[in-house]
């Protein structure tokens, strides 16, 4: 049974850190892209991050790049969404997703539209950033 646990969302200031974590059971973790998306009520999902331990390949949207990182431990199964320099644009609903397909979590990620499905999501965790 696929299961992603994301947690550590809160309330920052602007320009603080905040480090999500998606704790992962149920399939083989290195051989997934995992990722994290954002969705604000009313508005379609963004591809934020993603990573491939297998493929050695990290993605960033734009807007994020420079202020986040993205790593994973093989040993907890669980992918980490460092975040600095939060500003209140960032502030929002983040969720992480699992593929099984690289090049398909990509498109995922490019997709703004959120037509590209994902295999496996987890629930979201809220940052709010206050300025």
């Known amino acids: 049974d696929v299961q992603l646990q994301a947690s550590g969302g809160g309330l920052v200031q602007a320009g603080e850190s905040l480090t999500l974590s998606c704790a992962t059971s149920?399939?083989?973790?290195?051989?997934?892209?995992i990722g994290w998306f954002r969705q604000a009520p009313g508005k379609e999902r963004e591809g934020v991050a993603c990573?491939?331990?297998?493929?050695?390949?990290?993605y960033y949207r734009d807007s994020v790049k420079g202020r986040f990182t993205i790593s994973s431990d093989n040993a907890k199964k669980t992918v980490y969404l460092q975040m600095n320099s939060l500003k209140s644009e960032d502030a929002t609903t983040y969720y992480c997703?699992?593929?099984?397909?690289?090049?398909?979590?990509?498109?995922?990620?490019?997709?703004?539209?959120?037509?590209?499905?994902?295999?496996?999501w987890g629930k979201g965790t809220q940052v709010t950033v206050s300025s």
């Open positions: 149920g399939f083989s973790f290195e051989d997934y892209a």
């Open positions: 990573i491939s331990r297998r493929r050695g390949t990290q």
């Open positions: 997703a699992a593929h099984s397909s690289l090049p398909y979590m990509l498109e995922a990620m490019r997709d703004d539209a959120g037509k590209t499905g994902v295999d496996h």
